[in-house]
């Protein structure tokens, strides 16, 4: 992790919270935390669902971490959120309800923000279910070509990523990071990386029907995200948090932290959204590093 903004104060009263956390005692003055970020930190698909327009969980790594250290929390991740969804534009929801700009929920007392974010800039989860619709038709053979059609076109298609496009989310996520601290300046700001779908070879499996130049595509995204999300962390003065071992834990593993592609006609309409998105288990490990991370730093 990469700090460069005094954090001393902040680590050693989370490490006192979470002492008395284990002690069953209340701090006296609790950390004020905000998550901002997209549906890789709001966990579509994640029971219990709390905010149906945001597909926010109740067990998403926001909340694993508040309950781990006491913290509290104002959860403001979104799905489908970009970088100017945190930062400027009010997020219209399938719901039909608009959502504020997330940077919204930080005010100037805030100790800790988390932001995982970016993603969507760059069309990543949802080219990735796009390439993914012809899977479809293997659900439902009668339905052919039509329904994964649809698919395709309402979710667009993956597109290759240029450099362009990666300088972009770097300076808007290092934006983000800039106005926090102009809001909060003794916030610590952590930038939590995405975890990674496909594995570093991009290898595909039954759950993960992309074809090989899609999958590649989608992992050269993925690890363009996560450059420039380091980047975007030493540039602005924030911590990156990556995840030991998610390399490991990518949809076509034993142990996916990432689930794979969602049939709608077997798993249910609503279920397609939260293709490649985290797992329990890996809203788990996200929320579990974080812990050590700010307990040892």
């Known amino acids: 992790m990469t700090t460069s903004r005094p954090t001393a104060f902040l680590l050693a009263a989370l490490a006192l919270a979470a002492t008395a956390a284990s002690a069953h005692a209340q701090p006296d003055h609790p950390t004020h935390y905000v998550a901002l970020g997209s549906s890789y930190?709001?966990?579509?698909?994640?029971?219990?669902?709390?905010?149906?327009?945001?597909?926010?969980?109740?067990?998403?790594?926001?909340?694993?971490?508040?309950?781990?250290?006491?913290?509290?929390?104002?959860?403001?991740?979104?799905?489908?959120?970009?970088?100017?969804?945190?930062?400027?534009?009010?997020?219209?929801?399938?719901?039909?309800?608009?959502?504020?700009?997330?940077?919204?929920?930080?005010?100037?007392?805030?100790?800790?923000?988390?932001?995982?974010?970016?993603?969507?800039?760059?069309?990543?989860?949802?080219?990735?279910?796009?390439?993914?619709c012809p899977a479809i038709v293997a659900g439902a053979p009668a339905l052919h070509d039509p329904v994964s059609a649809a698919c395709k076109r309402a979710l667009g298609h993956q597109k290759q990523s240029t450099a362009a496009d990666f300088t972009a989310v770097r300076q808007a996520m290092a934006d983000i990071v800039d106005r926090i601290h102009d809001i909060a300046p003794s916030a610590t700001v952590l930038l939590v990386e995405y975890l990674p779908a496909l594995s570093p070879d991009a290898a595909t499996c039954s759950s993960v029907p992309l074809t090989a130049p899609d999958a590649r595509t989608a992992r050269h995204t993925w690890e363009g995200l996560i450059a420039a999300t380091r980047a975007a962390a030493?540039?602005?003065?924030?911590?990156?948090?990556?995840?030991?071992?998610?390399?490991?834990?990518?949809?076509?593993?034993?142990?996916?932290?990432?689930?794979?592609?969602?049939?709608?006609?077997?798993?249910?309409?609503?279920?397609?959204?939260?293709?490649?998105?985290?797992?329990?288990?890996?809203?788990?490990?996200?929320?579990?590093e974080l812990e050590h991370r700010i307990q040892n730093d």
């Open 41 to 132: 930190a709001a966990g579509p698909g994640l029971a219990p669902t709390i905010d149906i327009g945001c597909a926010r969980s109740g067990n998403d790594y926001p909340h694993r971490l508040a309950q781990a250290l006491r913290l509290d929390l104002v959860d403001a991740t979104c799905s489908g959120a970009t970088t100017a969804d945190v930062l400027h534009r009010a997020q219209r929801v399938p719901t039909h309800a608009t959502v504020p700009p997330q940077i919204q929920a930080v005010t100037p007392d805030t100790d800790l923000v988390t932001v995982t974010i970016g993603g969507n800039d760059l069309g990543l989860i949802g080219g990735m279910i796009a390439d993914s």
């Open 234 to 288: 030493r540039d602005a003065g924030a911590g990156s948090i990556a995840i030991p071992d998610a390399d490991a834990h990518t949809a076509c593993s034993p142990e996916p932290w990432v689930g794979g592609f969602h049939n709608p006609v077997t798993t249910g309409p609503l279920s397609m959204a939260s293709s490649y998105h985290p797992t329990e288990a890996g809203m788990a490990a996200v929320a579990t």
